[in-house]
């Protein structure tokens, strides 16, 4: 039957969240109908909502950094079942598309912008909405929606995770955490005793400064323009920070004179072009790896001289991470309850849902790393 919840609803582009009362239809053919615990504000969810995005549909139900419990399937679901705890995946997971089938990617044909590759704000897959409130259909987004007390999402975008897990904090494997932690492990693939550079020190930076550590490298520098970020990237794996205001010359000749010739890695967790260019020409000819992690939503491209990747520079890009979602997500929360990596450290303030524009406000003020919205 149809659920009556509470959700943020964004009625148009550049204004603040309304909390309404919505109806939640029932999940058909290979949907899971979810109770959403904890959900966490990510900057993706604000760029859905900027003015500047040109492809945004309203009204939409926004979040994609969520965690809960399956309320119930519809026919034909068979990896879930009521009762278990799970989180949404904004990057699905089929398994047989020629995506899912080679090792070389973590994209999935579901994905249902793949060629454009924006976050979507969609319907379901037989083109209709599973929300509606004041007589309105709402917007889906990403697949998940995770700003509504009950969600439905595509058994494809769904990982079953362990029983014991905090959905308060874990919530953050379904964005920031995995993507930051996988551009380190995936994408860039650092080394271990190499020298990393890290650009934007917010959830998703600290957890590529996580993602450094982990995987051995010696030398990890923070770049952040916020200097009050520096004390928990220090305490995270960073062996030290600097701000671009400090110097009057680019940040890109700072790095390469303090680690002769450049860093072995960088990675861009902002999404400015400027800082994409600067976190390429900070890394050494030879052999120097960059991994862009922030969506910008400019226009116009990164602008790369040929020559700094002639002289074997490589300029990579990543997507949740590159973890295959289905497959690694259930794999990260167990590391997480074997203490491998630190969430907690995270999350900087524990909301009510109904206070979901100060979690925003807090964001766009730099005040946290994470807020999590609890229902």
């Not at 939409?60 to 950094?65: P, T």
């Not at 890009?317 to 973890?323: D, E, I, Y």
């Not at 497959?327 to 109904?354: C, E, G, I, Q």
Request: glycine share 10%; proline share 5%.
């Amino acid at each position: 039957q149809v659920i009556k919840c509470k959700a943020a609803v964004a009625w148009e582009a550049g204004k603040p969240f309304s909390i309404e009362e919505i109806e939640v239809a029932p999940p058909k053919d290979h949907e899971v109908r979810i109770k959403i615990v904890a959900t966490g504000v990510c900057r993706t969810d604000a760029h859905a909502v900027s003015t500047h995005f040109k492809e945004g549909l309203f009204p939409v139900i926004l979040g994609h950094e969520g965690a809960g419990i399956v309320e119930s399937v519809g026919p034909g679901v068979t990896k879930v079942k009521p009762g278990d705890k799970v989180i949404p995946l904004y990057i699905p997971q089929c398994g047989e598309c020629k995506f899912c089938l080679s090792p070389k990617t973590n994209l999935c044909q579901k994905i249902s912008k793949i060629k454009t590759a924006i976050s979507d704000q969609d319907f379901m897959a037989d083109n209709t909405s599973r929300f509606s409130c004041k007589g309105k259909q709402l917007y889906h987004f990403m697949g998940t929606s995770t700003f509504s007390e009950y969600t439905v999402c595509a058994e494809t975008s769904v990982a079953k995770i362990d029983d014991t897990a905090p959905l308060d904090k874990v919530c953050l494997i379904g964005c920031g955490f995995s993507t930051g932690y996988g551009a380190a492990i995936n994408t860039a693939k650092v080394e271990p005793g190499s020298s990393c550079a890290v650009f934007g020190l917010g959830g998703v930076g600290l957890s590529a400064v996580m993602g450094c550590k982990a995987a051995g490298a010696t030398r990890i520098i923070g770049i952040d323009i916020n200097k009050d970020k520096f004390p928990k990237a220090m305490e995270l794996g960073a062996t030290e920070c600097i701000s671009p205001n400090d110097y009057d010359k680019p940040i890109q000749q700072v790095i390469a004179e303090l680690t002769n010739g450049g860093v072995d890695f960088a990675i861009e967790c902002i999404g400015i072009i400027e800082v994409m260019k600067a976190a390429l020409e900070c890394t050494t000819v030879g052999w120097g790896t960059c991994a862009i992690v922030g969506v910008s939503l400019a226009e116009e491209g990164v602008p790369v001289a040929p020559f700094q990747l002639i002289m074997g520079r490589t300029l990579k890009a990543t997507f949740f991470g590159g973890w295959k979602s289905v497959d690694n997500v259930p794999k990260l929360v167990s590391d997480y309850l074997s203490k491998k990596f630190d969430l907690d450290a995270l999350v900087t303030f524990t909301l009510p849902f109904d206070e979901i524009n100060k979690a925003f406000d807090l964001m766009r003020e730099g005040k946290s790393i994470r807020t999590v919205l609890m229902f």
